[in-house]
């Protein structure tokens, strides 16, 4: 009985154990690594973005009408369903002086594709990018 005892309770701690933290990250793929550029959506910006395969990255936006850069390093994790998920702070350059925050970003990378989906400030969502 003591057997049976001591066998169930590991068996259930096993089957919990894996639930614990999952995230849903996956590894990074190795076509995700680089940079990308902005081919479509957001036309008044140009976008490059850059992932490196430590999890670390950065992105740069101008404005083609008025002087203003933006400027961002983050880190991101990379789903299972696809998305890349990134923590960033941004700095924003204008004529009345610089910035810094924190922004949300969110691509969903899928067969060699990138796509912007989600930004705090919404200039990313819909935009296609493209590896040179």
């Known amino acids: 009985m003591t057997i049976m005892m001591v066998a169930l309770a590991s068996i259930s701690f096993a089957s919990c154990s894996s639930d614990d933290g999952d995230d849903g990250s996956a590894p990074i793929p190795q076509g995700l690594i680089g940079t990308w ?5 957001a036309s ?3 976008i490059s973005v850059t992932f490196n395969a430590d999890g670390s ?6 404005h083609n009408r008025i ?3 933006t400027s961002w390093v983050f ?17 924003w350059v204008s004529e009345d002086g610089d ?3 924190k922004r949300d970003m969110t691509f969903h990378y899928n067969n060699g594709k990138l796509t912007g989906i989600d930004s ?4 990313l969502t819909g935009c296609t990018f493209e590896k040179n």
């Open 120 to 123: 705090s400030n919404g200039n």
């Open 67 to 69: 002087l203003s850069i």
């Open 99 to 101: 910035d810094t925050f």
């Open 37 to 41: 550029y902005k081919a479509s959506g």
């Open 44 to 46: 008044k910006y140009t």
């Open 57 to 62: 990255g950065y992105g740069r936006a101008t």
């Open 75 to 91: 880190t991101y994790k990379y789903k299972s369903n696809g998305d890349v998920v990134c923590d960033a702070t941004e700095t």
